[in-house]
């Protein structure tokens, strides 16, 4: 279970109606994680998961906090291990722990939204017209009798343009940009396993990708994005790269710990 308690709540209503869910499972055992935006090592909120017969298993915090105001909490029947405080790229630190479980793997089919075409790596930066590949005047008059065949015409103009101007892949795609998500089923599986360390590099290279896009095409990294991405812990040539907005090699020199293992990774991140 997870949680957020605003700072307004000073009755601490919301983590007792999860006491109440928690408690209707009778003897399960449970996970919950949570920014009580409180005390986690005394008080009401760490009261309250004590009551329960909960143990605090990793805590993080605020960095302008001086105790913990997030937690990770389990029943007191279920094993932990490696318990971590990360440092976070946002404002808040991450709280890391391990649970020896085993599952079975789920063979039945699994099911994932519908995907668009993929964007080309290295679009070309020549001009393309719109008036070559846009609907008639004619079609476009038509099509406002509804603002959903309105809606179908433009996204219909739209993608084509993208793809004739080899921005997206010329490929057969499972959903047209603008429609309602399918639901497909997919061969895909849940990194059950995967640390939080490949899970934060993953999320560092999908931000440069994104920066990279932006100075393609000659428009200003949004602040937010690129405070995030400068905020990310990373080795030292990477930060070179960030600083000196060479976003390719950022995202070379990013992309290679990933074919190096986790052990390799964590061993990575613990020296950077």
């Not at 971590?84 to 599952?103: K, N, Y």
């Not at 008059?141 to 739209?158: G, I």
Request: glycine letters at 6%; hydrophobic letters at 40%.
């Amino acid at each position: 279970m997870c949680i957020y308690r605003h700072h307004t709540d000073d009755c601490f209503q919301m983590l007792r109606e999860a006491e109440t869910i928690i408690n209707s499972f009778g003897s399960q055992d449970w996970i919950l994680a949570l920014d009580a935006n409180a005390d986690m090592t005394k008080g009401p909120a760490h009261d309250i998961f004590v009551g329960m017969g909960g143990v605090q298993c990793a805590v993080a915090r605020h960095i302008r906090s001086v105790h913990p105001i997030d937690a990770i909490w389990a029943s007191g029947g279920l094993p932990s291990m490696s318990h971590a405080e990360l440092s976070g790229e946002g404002d808040h630190s991450i709280a890391q722990c391990v649970f020896p479980f085993q599952f079975q793997k789920c063979n039945r089919p699994l099911w994932r939204f519908s995907r668009t075409r993929k964007e080309v790596a290295d679009p070309p930066m020549d001009s393309n017209s719109w008036l070559s590949h846009a609907s008639t005047e004619q079609e476009w008059l038509s099509a406002q009798s509804s603002v959903e065949a309105a809606w179908k015409l433009w996204c219909f103009d739209v993608e084509n343009w993208l793809v004739q101007a080899k921005i997206l892949e010329d490929k057969r795609p499972e959903q047209r940009i603008g429609d309602i998500p399918s639901i497909q089923t997919g061969a895909h599986r849940v990194g059950a396993n995967q640390p939080i360390e490949e899970r934060l590099l993953q999320r560092f290279i999908r931000r440069l990708k994104e920066a990279q896009t932006h100075a393609w095409w000659g428009t200003a990294v949004l602040l937010t994005l690129l405070n995030k991405i400068c905020n990310t812990q990373c080795p030292v040539d990477e930060q070179q790269a960030v600083q000196a907005r060479a976003w390719g090699l950022a995202i070379q020199l990013a992309t290679g710990p990933i074919f190096l293992g986790p052990k390799k990774m964590q061993l990575m991140s613990i020296g950077s």
